[in-house]
C-alpha cells in the first residue's frame, strides 16, 4: 500500500524537475537571443556611420557571426558578448555613432589613425566595464564629455592629434580611480589643467602638450607617487616650477618647452629627480645659473634647456654624466672667458654616447679648446655659432669622423681651415661663417660627398674657389659670399646637379666670362653674382633655369645685349642686372615673365624704346631702367603709374607717360627730337665733309715740312698701308695745354674732343681722344680711322692724322686729329635761334637748300662710293 502512494509522488517529482529545467533552457536561449541580438545591431548602427575604401568592413556582414568579423573580439566567459573593438588605421571615415554605448562589456574601443569626423558621443559613459580608449589620429571635434569619468574602470585614454576637439579638461577626470595614462595632446584644448588630476594616484603617464591650456602647473602634481611621464610643452603655462614637482621620485621623463614659465632651477636639482632620463625645458623665461647638482643625475640621457635666461658658467665635471646623450643649451647668457671656464668640453670628453651638443648664441668668449677633437666619435652635431670665440680650428678636428653638422659660423676663428676637415665624409651642413678664416678654402672638402649645405661667407680667404667643390653632388645650398675670393668661377660649380637652394658668389674679386654650364643648375630658385668682375655676354643658356626665381647680377662688367631666352625664365620674380656695360634695346619679351615683381636694368647703356608691353604687366612692382639711352614715350599702365616703384630718371629722350613724371608732351617733343636727328646726323657728316676741305689746304704744308716719326704702339693696320703722319702723344698733350677743361669742344660716349695747336705747323688742331675705358671704343676708333682714311671728296674733311701710344701713366692712348673749324658747327649754323643770339646769322633758305644738297651728295658718296 504504501509502495503504490510513493510510485505516483516521485513521478510527479520528476515531472516538476522536467518542467524546472525546460523554463531554465527556455530563459537562458531567450537571454541569449537578446545579448546576440542587441549587440550584432549595435555593430551594424556602428557600421552604418563609417565608409571605407579599403573594405575594411567587408566581413560586417550577418552572412557570418559578428565574433568573427574583422577586428572584433568577443569574449571566452561570456559568449557573444564582444569585449575589444579594434579598428584602428583602417582608412575609415565618417563618425562615431552613439550605439557605441550599447556594447557594455566592452574592455578596448581602438579607432585610431583613421579619418573620424564629429563628436565623441556622450554615450561612451556607459561603457562601465572600458579599460582602454585609443581616438588618436583622427578629425573629431567638439568637447570631451564630462560623462567619461563613468567609465569607471577606464585605465588608460588617448584622445591625442584631433585638432578639432577642444574646450576644456573635465574635472570630473580626476574622479576615475584606475586612470593610469592620460594623453590628450595636440589638440585644441583650452583652459587651465584641472587641480583635480593630482588625485589620480595610479596616474604614470600624463601627456598635454600642444593646446592652449594657460596658468600655472598644478600644485599638487607632485602627489602622484607613481607618475613617470609628464610632457606639458607648447602650450601658454606661466608661473614656477611646483616644489612638488621635484618630489617624483619616479620621474623619467619631463618636458614643459615652450611655455612661459619662469624662475631657477632647484640647486639639489640632482638629488630630486633621481630617475630622470630626458629634461627639456626649452624656450621658457628660466634664469639664474645651471646648478652643480646637474652633474649627479647618473641617469640623465638628453638635457634640453635652449632659449632661455641661465648664465653664469657651464659645471665642470659634466664627464659624470656617461648616459648623456643630448647637450643643448644654445641662445642663453652662459660664458666662459678663460681656460678653466672651458673644462666642460674637455670633461663631456668623458661621455662616449654623446651625439648632439648645442650651445651657440651665448656668451662664450676666449680661445677654441683644443680639446674639442677629443669629444666621442658619435657626435653627430656641434653648434657653438653666435658667440665670441676666438683661437684657430683644430687641426685634428678631422677625428670627429660621425660629425653630421659642424657650426662655427659667426665667431672670431682666425687662421687656416685644417684639411683634415675633409675626413669628415658624413657631413650634412659645414657654417664657417662670419668669421676672420684667412688662406685658401681646401680642396679637401670636395670629399664632403654627402654635405647639403654649406656656409663660407663673410671670411677674408684668398686664392680661386676650389672646383673640387664640383664633386659635392648632393649640395641643396651654396654661400662663398665676401670673402675675397679671386680668379674665374669653377665651370665645376655650375654643374652640381642638385643645388636648388641658392648660389651665393656675390661681393667677391671674381673675374672673366660667367661659364655657359650656368644653364645646367635648372633646379636652383636664386642666384646671386652681384659685386664681382664678371665680364662677357650674359649666356643664353639661362633660359634653362626655369625654376629660378631671383637672379642678381649687378655691379659687374657684362657686356652684350640682354638675352631674349630670359623670357623662358618662368619662376623669376626678381631680375637685377644694374651697374653692368649691357646694351640694345630691352627686350619686350621679359614682359611675358609673369611672376616678375622686381625688375632693375638701370646704369647701363640700353637704348630704344620702353617696350610698351611692360606697362601691361600685373606683377611687376618695381622697375629701374634709369641713366641709359632710353628714347620715345614712356608707357602710362602698370608699374609706370607708381611713382615709388618706378626710377627712369637720367634718360634725357623719354617723353610723354603720366603727368606726374613731369616728362615733355611726345608731340612737340618728337618734332624738336627730329631737328635733333637732323643736327645728330649732320654733326657726323660735316666734320667728315670738312675733313677734305681741310687736308686739301694743309696738303702743300706737309709736304714741305714731314713730321719727325716716332715709333707706333698698336697702330690699326689699315694704317699701315697708307702714308700718315704721325703725331706723337707729347706734341698732343702740350698743345691742348694736358687736356685742360677749357679745351674741350664737346663730349661723346666714346671719347672728347679738345682745341689745340701744333707748334710745329702752326696749325689750329680738333682732337678725337678716346675713352680706352669705355667698352667699344678701340672698336670706334679702328670704325673711323677705316673710313676717314678713304674719303675723297670735295664736302667731307679728310683726317690729318692719329695716335696710337702710351701716355705718361702707362695706359694706352688714342686719337684723331683734324684742323679746327673756326667757323664754328654746322649744327650752330642750321639750328641759329631766330634772333641769331648764338653768333650766327640766319641761314636763309636758298643757303639751307645747298647745304642740304651738299650734305646729300657726300652721303651718296659714302655708302655708294
Known sequence: MLLLTLRPRRRLLQLLLLISAAAT???????????????ERALLAFKAKFSSDSGALASWNQ??????????????????RVVALDLSSQGLAGTISPAIGNLTFLHSLNLSSNCLQGEIPPSIGSLRRLQRIDLGFNMLTGIIPSNISRCISLREMHIYSNKGVQGIIPAEIGNMPSLSVLKLSNNSITGTIPSSLANLSRLTELALSDNYLEGSIPAGIGNNPYLGFLELSRNNLSGLLPPSLFNLSS??????????????????????LPSIQQLGIVENRFTGALPLSLTNLSRLQSLHAGSNSFNGIVPSALGKLQNLELFTMGNNMLEANNEEEWEFIGSLANCSRLQVLAFGWNRFAGKLPGSLVNLSTNLHMLQISNNNISGVIPSDIGNLEGLEMLDFGKNLLTGVIPESIGKLIGLQQLGLNSNYLSGHLPSS?????????????DNSFEGPIPPSIGNLIKLLALDLSNSNFTGLIPKEIMELPSISMFLNLSNNKLEGPLPLEVGSLVYLEELFLSGNNLSGEI????????????????????????????????GLTVLNLMNNKLNGSIPSNLATLTNLQELYLGHNNLSGAIPEVLGNSTSLLHLDLSYNNLQGEVPKGGVFKNLTGLSIVGNNALCGGIPQLHLPKCSSFYLRKNKKGISKFLRIAIPTIGSLILLFLVWAGFHRRKPRIVPKKD?????TEIELPIVPYNDILKGTDGFSEANVLGKGRYGTVYKGTLENQAIVIAVKVFNVQQSGSYKSFLTECEA??????RCLLKIITCCSSINHQGQDFRALVFE???????DGWVHSNLNGQNGHRILSLSQRMVIAVDIMDALDYLHNG
Open 25 to 39: 533552457i527556455s530563459a537562458a536561449a531567450a537571454l541569449y537571443s537578446s545579448y546576440h541580438g542587441e549587440d
Open 63 to 80: 552572412s557570418t557571426s559578428y565574433c568573427s568579423w574583422d577586428g572584433v573580439t568577443c569574449s571566452r566567459r561570456h559568449r557573444w
Open 251 to 272: 620621474l623619467y621623463y619631463f618636458f614643459a618647452s615652450v611655455n612661459q614659465l619662469q624662475g631657477h632651477l632647484p640647486s639639489d636639482l640632482g638629488r630630486s
Open 445 to 457: 672638402i670636395g670629399n664632403l660627398s654627402r654635405l647639403l649645405l654649406l656656409y663660407a661667407d
Open 539 to 570: 649666356p643664353d643658356t639661362f633660359g634653362n633655369c626655369k625654376l629660378m626665381q631671383i637672379l642678381l647680377m649687378d655691379d659687374n662688367s657684362f657686356e652684350g645685349s640682354i638675352p631674349a631666352t630670359f623670357k623662358n625664365m618662368a
Open 715 to 719: 697702330l690699326p693696320p689699315q694704317f
Open 788 to 793: 676717314l682714311r678713304r674719303v675723297r671728296h
Open 820 to 826: 679746327f673749324m673756326t667757323n664754328g658747327s654746322l
